[in-house]
């Protein structure tokens, strides 16, 4: 009854689907009127921790490597973190701004562990090409979280820090065990799928 | 005194604002599951629904466009009602 890896990538695009949306109305109506009622306000950093606990099956159970499963840890890990900061702020435990930093963080550690993990060339095939992308754009755009932290009202940061997930999504979404990216496909990485 | 004009012309902008945002919030969950619906239309073949003979469990329960479709409407449905109220009343205390 184990999923195959594609329908995982896909279930966890699906949460940061939901994650971006709710990023990106915060971003558009601000944070004041986000936060109105409880609920909402824990709303993306619960479900971002949510994230983070279920990456815990996902190195358990589709560790085929060692760096495969030190990276579905460092996911879990750094996803747990950076969200429970934010839940720790939300609430109001946690004060200090410099919290924020645990998104940033979390951004670089995890397009790290993409790149590291990915072993394979881009057009490899289509996974290789997401993980790369994947990697690529957490990395480049761990600058809206850091940017968040310094100017927490900045319009610029949310809505950026909100369509990194954006992308994220739609690459998850893309992912596939096998099959051709741009009409490649090394002859090493087996039969495609549909 | 003037004070009188400067409010009738600073309120129009507001309102201005706070419909664009009401606009764009309210059309976040719809965008998402249009996006979900031109999915399915462009690859059918990934709404295993459609095919279901011969299907295993998580073909037909993971759905990438169907899961698109399903979180806009979460969103349009479940989030977005009551955060439309809360910025009509946070431009209503502002007001």
């Known amino acids: ?194 | 005194m003037n004070a009188e004009l400067v409010t009738e012309l600073e309120a129009p902008l507001q309102r201005t604002t706070t419909s664009t945002r009401a606009w764009i919030v309210s059309a976040l969950g719809p965008t998402a599951a249009l996006g979900g619906v031109i999915w399915a239309i462009v690859q059918p073949y990934r709404v295993t629904l459609l095919h279901p003979l011969g299907q295993g469990f998580w073909w037909l329960f993971v759905e990438p466009p169907l899961l698109a479709v399903a979180v806009g409407l979460f969103f349009y449905f479940v989030i977005t009602p009551g955060l439309l109220r809360d910025l009509a009343e946070e431009h209503a205390t502002a007001e």
Not at chain 1, 18 to 25: E, F, G, S, V, Y
Not at chain 1, 81 to 95: D, F, P, Q
Not at chain 1, 109 to 120: I, W
Request: aromatic share 12%; charged share 10%.
């Open chain 1, 1 to 194: 009854m184990q999923p195959p890896s594609e329908h995982v990538h896909w279930l966890f695009a699906t949460g940061f689907l939901l994650l971006a949306l709710c990023l990106l109305a915060e971003a558009v109506v601000g944070t004041d009127v986000w936060r109105r009622r409880a609920w909402r306000a824990y709303l993306w950093p619960g479900l971002a921790f949510a994230l983070g606990v279920l990456m815990w099956p996902v190195m358990t159970f589709y560790t085929n490597s060692a760096i495969h499963m030190i990276a579905h840890g460092a996911w879990a890990q750094v996803l747990m973190a950076g969200s429970a900061m934010e839940l720790g702020l939300v609430s109001g435990k946690l004060r200090s701004g410099w919290w924020r930093l645990g998104m940033p963080a979390g951004f670089l550690v995890s397009g790290t562990a993409f790149l590291v993990h990915e072993q394979n060339s881009w057009l490899f095939q289509r996974s290789a090409f997401t993980h790369h992308l994947l990697g690529w754009t957490l990395v480049v755009s761990s600058i809206f979280p850091l940017v968040r932290v310094l100017r927490p009202r900045s319009q610029l940061a949310a809505t950026g820090f909100a369509l990194a997930f954006v992308v994220v999504a739609v690459t998850l979404y893309c992912d596939r065990d096998v099959a051709q990216i741009f009409g490649h496909i090394s002859p090493l990485a087996g039969a495609p799928h549909r």
